[in-house]
């Protein structure tokens, strides 16, 4: 876990000094605890730089998945359209 996971964080009223609100470990909710572990599995920390290069050749696998599904669906597309045209005989009025 992210070495911000055990680090609180106070709120002190600029006057007084008194604490007015704290967020931290023992405070936070689990729908911050979960968005806390999803930026830090997301940002590559897991693994060190294992995993900051998995992420970056993850990223990267977006566009070229894009890109090679755009190539398929036109090779079929233009596929079908020579299929149904009719093929030219020689000597035959078209």
């Known amino acids: 876990m992210p070495s911000s996971a055990s680090a609180a964080v106070s709120t002190l009223d600029p006057a007084s000094g008194a604490v007015m609100d704290e967020r931290g470990p023992r405070t936070r ?10 930026r830090w ?3 590559g920390a897991a693994l060190g730089l294992p995993g900051r290069v ?5 990223g990267l696998a977006m566009p070229l998945l894009f890109g090679t599904g755009l190539a398929a669906w036109l090779l079929r597309r233009r596929n079908r359209r020579r299929a149904r045209r009719p093929a030219f005989i020689p000597g035959k009025p078209a």
Do not use: I, P, R
Request: glycine letters at 16%.
């Open 54 to 58: 998995l992420v970056f050749l993850s």
């Open 41 to 43: 599995l997301h940002g």
């Open 29 to 38: 909710g689990g729908a911050e605890d979960a968005l806390a572990l999803q």
